[in-house]
């Protein structure tokens, strides 16, 4: 069973091109879409709305800087600071090219930073390519693996 991706992203337009970019690219993957910080928290930890979602963690998360309640920056520093998620691949998805910005998500432990193009057919081979290379290519470490194959035969 294919893992998720998690899209977290509040801007509708950047949203529905980003899901078309995917479909484009025909991954098999399920995308999973949380349009702030704490909603994909929530996503993240199964509780809330998502307390019945199936255990496991999503391929990759695309994850927007600026995000209404919790910003992109905050929820990287959540993510690599907890025993279950720490693994997981995050890609930073933003029209931001501050400096600042590509400094703070790198020391926080993204695992890219891509800011996004500004025409559709360079969009679109951007998300293909990440995409492709985070649920298909990328090998996650050993453990998380393990974990996943674990809790699916559960």
Request: no cysteine; glycine share 6%; aromatic share 6%.
């Amino acid at each position: 069973m294919l893992k998720p991706i998690l899209l977290v992203e509040d801007n509708p337009r950047d949203l529905e091109l980003t899901l078309i970019a995917l479909e484009k690219s025909q991954l098999a993957n399920d995308v999973v879409i949380t349009r702030d910080g704490a909603e994909a928290l929530d996503y993240l930890s199964r509780r809330g709305s998502y307390l019945d979602r199936p255990p496991g963690n999503p391929a990759v998360i695309l994850l927007d800087l600026k995000l209404p309640k919790m910003d992109g920056l905050e929820l990287l520093k959540l993510i690599r600071t907890s025993e279950e998620l720490r693994n997981v691949p995050v890609v930073m998805l933003t029209s931001s090219n501050e400096e600042s910005d590509l400094v703070r998500a790198y020391a926080l432990g993204v695992n890219a930073y891509v800011v996004k193009p500004v025409n559709f057919p360079d969009f679109v081979r951007a998300i293909g390519d990440l995409g492709v290379f985070w649920a298909v290519l990328n090998e996650p470490p050993p453990g998380s693996l393990r974990r996943a194959r674990t809790l699916q035969q559960e």
